[in-house]
């Protein structure tokens, strides 16, 4: 078999329609199909509602909203098995309809992504196991872009964090395995943070069993270190909070703050980008016209001028719109100035191309007017100011009158407490006088159920009080009392990494910019500068400790042996919460190893997979396509030739989701 050029998500996407496609079609007849709402999302990414209508689908149901009806016999549930409510929602809907219709309905349950004995026991227990027929569609990671793939678990940074439940990290290893037996074991597993050991604990036991179970020689020589994939980087996301509380600034980034994106869509209201192509505005005579509609827009790759502007700083994305509509206006003109029918054959031919740019042109503008709106109000660039002191190392004390000033005006409560579970990551927790008086401030501004709030963000490490073992400003070397038993830090040290691993750039350029800095406007993300550790040393190590220091430590000559975390190591144990770990998987068979190794060459890009556990951020998506741009142009990457970065995570999150988690939404003034 050819060694395969890179990771092929439309092959990914390919499986999965047909997997899905294949169990509906096992349903004969016409059927209704009934969704957990959360997978309706991520189902549409690989699979349109036309081709379902296709294999038998009449409608669609949402669970959650307990409508379905009894217009056909065949009734499909497609639910995650994982969580025991969906599970009894299932069983209630099934002897509702059973009691209700006069109609004897078959139905079968399709469990994303697999079957689990808690989902059989409540079924059981409610009586109508025996009366499904129960399938499984292993939907594990769902490509969003060619460059990210996602688990699409909305709920996994509340359940690792908060509820301490380890679910996420055991569908990580089950979607990380199929990509081991396609393409060959990970050479290496590099990785930081405590989840991330459970992780890469769990590959190596899931190998175990996979090599136990195959019964050929063929099968287990199959096992080999990738020719395709150089390694596996695991982030766990309680190494970097800073990140994802901060507000990003990025294009794609700030669609996500002021509108929100749920699998590559974005709801806007029709009064901002107008109605869709092809529709008029439906009123009725005499009376005004609703401007409080919404249509959903794509925002991914398949829209050229969005793959432009998505990764941009905001600050430069008016400039580049009116450089391009310049560019339409100019190529609309050029029809004038055919001189032949050839080149006017030629216009006509472009000219579906040029008006579905100009449309997304139109809409993107619009949608620019709407945020340089939110970005110029003063509250957001209050809010801006105070996170860009805190992360600079200000004294933070100095923006608590501004944040008591912003509970005072009723900015929404996510926004506070952004702020102050930034102050807290930064500085080691909060004196405990000024969190008690924040405490204070919160109930009496939000409601008293933000008890409950304020003690789920206390269990996550979001908002503590600073405490004799975990003083403010900790000294750079680290200090006995943080660290663990085996010499790792329990806290992330930012005082430390500001200056060790360089986070804060003060001369950034937007325009043209030569460092991951730019998409947070002079932060650099942790998460991705510990990419870089492994897979650009050379520029790191110029960029941290001068270009002195990328002359002692000159890139080795066989890539293969060297990477993982050197020269970084005491930065990460010393200033980096958690586990630090480097695991070389070796071959069942060392001669198949280096005959494949002879064959495929050393000089091709290879992949290297990062998967971030509890999420990702767009503005370190953002970050890592600039790295795969400067690392495809050969800057810092050392001997080992190109790599390119793929993301893969548990999903994508921002500020709203991760102290979203832990919000209580109950009101104990009413009831």
């Given at each position: 078999?050819?060694?395969?050029?890179?990771?092929?998500?439309?092959?990914?996407?390919?499986?999965?329609?047909?997997?899905?496609?294949?169990?509906?079609?096992?349903?004969?007849?016409?059927?209704?199909?009934?969704?957990?709402?959360?997978?309706?999302?991520?189902v549409g990414l690989f699979v349109k509602f036309s081709t379902l209508q296709d294999y038998g689908v009449d409608k669609v149901f949402f669970l959650e909203n307990e409508n379905v009806d009894t217009s056909q016999k065949n009734i499909v549930f497609l639910a995650g098995g994982?969580?025991?409510?969906?599970?009894?929602?299932?069983?209630?809907?099934?002897?509702?309809?059973?009691?209700?219709?006069?109609i004897?309905?078959?139905?079968?349950?399709?469990w994303v992504p697999r079957r689990t004995l808690v989902s059989n026991k409540i079924l059981e227990e409610a009586g109508v196991l025996g009366d499904i027929s129960v399938e499984e569609l292993p939907m594990h990671f769902v490509p969003l872009d060619q460059d990210v793939l996602s688990l699409a678990c909305d709920d996994a940074f509340g359940d690792l964090y908060l509820r301490k439940d380890p679910t996420s990290i055991f569908l990580a290893a089950k979607a990380l395995m199929p990509i081991q037996k396609k393409y060959g074991l990970f050479p290496r597993i590099i990785g930081k943070g405590d989840n991330a050991r459970r992780l890469m604990e769990l590959l190596l036991r899931m190998r175990s069993e996979a090599a136990a179970e195959e019964s050929t020689a063929a099968s287990r020589l199959g096992m080999m270190p990738s020719a395709t994939i150089d390694s596996l980087i695991i982030i766990d996301r309680e190494v970097d909070m800073v990140t994802p509380l901060l507000t990003q600034?990025?294009?794609e980034g700030l669609i996500d703050e002021i509108f929100g994106i749920k699998n590559n869509q974005a709801e806007i209201e029709?009064?901002?980008?107008?109605?869709?192509?092809?529709?008029?505005?439906?009123?009725?005579?005499g009376a005004p016209q609703q401007q409080s509609l919404k249509r959903k827009i794509q925002l991914d790759s398949s829209d050229k001028l969005y793959d432009q502007l998505r990764d941009a700083n905001f600050a430069i994305v008016?400039?580049?719109?009116?450089?391009?509509?310049?560019?339409?206006?100019?190529?609309?003109?050029?029809?004038?100035?055919?001189?032949?029918?050839?080149?006017?054959?030629?216009?006509?031919?472009?000219?579906?191309?040029?008006q579905a740019e100009q449309q997304s042109l139109k809409t993107h503008t619009n949608l620019t007017e709407k945020i340089l709106?939110?970005?110029?109000?003063?509250?957001?660039?209050?809010?801006?100011?105070?996170?860009?002191?805190?992360?600079?190392?200000?004294?933070?004390t100095s923006q608590h009158e501004k944040m008591e000033e912003l509970i005072a005006r009723d900015v929404p409560l996510i926004t506070i407490l952004r702020l102050l579970c930034l102050e807290s990551t930064i500085s080691g927790g909060l004196r405990l006088k000024d969190l008690d008086s924040f405490k204070r401030q919160i109930l009496h501004a939000y409601g008293y159920q933000h008890v409950l709030t304020l003690h789920n963000l206390e269990k996550m490490g979001l908002l503590t009080a600073r405490t004799a073992a975990n003083p403010f400003y900790i000294p750079v070397g680290g200090s006995s009392s943080n660290s663990g038993a085996g010499g790792e830090s329990k806290i992330t040290n930012y005082a430390a990494l500001r200056k060790s691993m360089r986070l804060i750039i003060d001369e950034v350029n937007e325009q043209d910019p030569n460092d991951i800095a730019y998409v947070y406007s002079g932060y650099a993300p942790l998460s991705v500068r510990l990419i870089q550790a492994v897979v650009q040393k050379q520029h790191l190590l110029a960029l941290t400790r001068g270009p002195a220091a990328s002359a002692t430590h000159p890139p080795p000559q066989n890539a293969n042996s060297s990477h993982g975390w050197a020269p970084f190591e005491d930065v990460l144990n010393g200033s980096v919460r958690g586990a630090t770990f480097v695991k070389t998987q070796k071959p069942d068979s060392?001669?198949?190893?280096?005959?494949?190794?002879?064959?495929?060459?050393?000089?091709?890009?290879?992949?290297?997979?990062v998967m971030l556990l509890g999420g990702v951020t767009r503005t370190e998506v953002a970050a890592v396509r600039f790295l795969n741009g400067e690392m495809g142009k050969g800057e810092g990457v050392g001997a080992g030739g190109k790599r390119r970065v793929v993301i893969c995570t548990t999903g994508v999150v921002g500020g709203r989701e991760v102290v979203g988690a832990g919000v209580e939404m109950g009101d104990f003034g009413k009831g």
């Open positions: 078999m050819a060694p395969h050029p890179g990771i092929d998500t439309d092959s990914i996407k390919d499986e999965l329609r047909k997997d899905l496609l294949n169990l509906l079609e096992g349903v004969r007849g016409k059927k209704n199909l009934v969704f957990e709402q959360s997978l309706a999302g991520p994982e969580k025991a409510s969906q599970c009894i929602a299932i069983a209630e809907q099934i002897k509702r309809l059973q009691q209700s219709s006069s004897e309905h078959e139905f079968s349950i399709i600034l990025t294009y029709t009064s901002i980008i107008g109605q869709a192509p092809g529709q008029q505005p439906k009123t009725q005579s008016a400039p580049l719109l009116n450089k391009i509509a310049r560019r339409l206006a100019g190529e609309y003109e050029s029809r004038h100035t055919a001189k032949s029918t050839s080149e006017l054959r030629d216009f006509v031919n472009k000219l579906p191309g040029y709106e939110h970005t110029q109000a003063e509250i957001f660039n209050r809010v801006l100011e105070i996170q860009q002191n805190l992360v600079s190392g200000i004294d933070p060392e001669a198949a190893a280096k005959s494949r190794h002879m064959l495929t060459g050393s000089g091709r890009e290879k992949v290297v997979l």
